[in-house]
């Protein structure tokens, strides 16, 4: 059974606002979301260019999960600091 690595991400969309997301392939998911494929974000649908501002590897898909839950629980002043940072402590979450 092959473990697969897991990604939190954030998009930032042409207006500014973040949309976070988790996935095993960033490639794949940031092509799917910025040409509208079915399997892309409705939320991101016609609001491109989308530009990929953030990445991190996760442990598992359930480390990815509940930092995805609490940065989506964030305002943007605290995403966009996370953004800068190039990280997210994950100690935070415990």
């Not at 930032?12 to 949309?19: H, M």
């Not at 095993?24 to 991101?44: M, P, S």
Request: hydrophobic fraction near 40%; glycine fraction near 6%.
């Amino acid at each position: 059974m092959t473990v697969s690595q897991w990604f939190l991400y954030m998009i930032e969309y042409n207006d500014g606002r973040l949309y976070t997301g988790i996935t095993t392939d960033i490639e794949r998911r940031f092509d799917e979301h910025q040409n509208n494929h079915v399997k892309g974000a409705k939320a991101l649908r016609g609001k491109g260019p989308l530009q990929l501002v953030f990445q991190q590897s996760m442990a598992n898909r359930s480390q990815a999960s509940i930092a995805e839950s609490a940065i989506k629980k964030l305002p943007k002043s605290s995403k966009k600091v996370i953004v800068a940072a190039g990280h997210f402590d994950l100690s935070l979450l415990d």
